[in-house]
């Protein structure tokens, strides 16, 4: 796609929005479903989670303290995440996940992917 023509798309989106069409429009376009789960106190919550299949899991840091995210399997890991800081993972298979922050070891939490 030219520049011209992406500018032209960006345009009429941004023309759109706020707009009764922009709820079609954004329907069209919306990604896979999005939950977040909140480290904050030491814990994370919810502490366990169920979620489809093809869902994006956000791990949020609303703690002092730096907090890690780490997939039991080895299927994904974060680095630390400072206060306010996020980490992102799309679970596209069913199973039970498990997860732990390498810093706090006794934070622990479950995905169930159906």
């Known amino acids: 796609m030219s520049l011209r023509r992406l500018l032209s798309v960006s345009a009429m989106v941004t023309v759109l929005q706020g707009s009764p069409l922009a709820t079609e429009a954004t329907a ?21 989670l169920t979620v489809r299949a093809g869902s994006t899991v956000t791990w949020t840091n609303s703690d002092d303290e730096p907090h890690s995210v780490v997939g039991e399997a080895g299927l994904f890991r974060s680095g630390a995440l400072d206060t306010g800081e996020s980490f992102s993972f799309r679970f596209d298979r069913p ?9 706090h070891p006794r934070m622990v939490g479950t995905i169930v992917v159906e």
Do not use: Q
């Not at 939950?35 to 106190?41: F, G, L, P």
């Not at 996940?97 to 390498?102: D, F, G, L, Q, V």
């Open 28 to 48: 069209v376009a919306s990604p896979a479903p999005s939950t977040i789960v909140v480290a904050k106190d030491f814990m994370f919550a919810p502490a366990s």
């Open 95 to 103: 199973g039970t996940y498990r997860y732990t922050c390498s810093i």
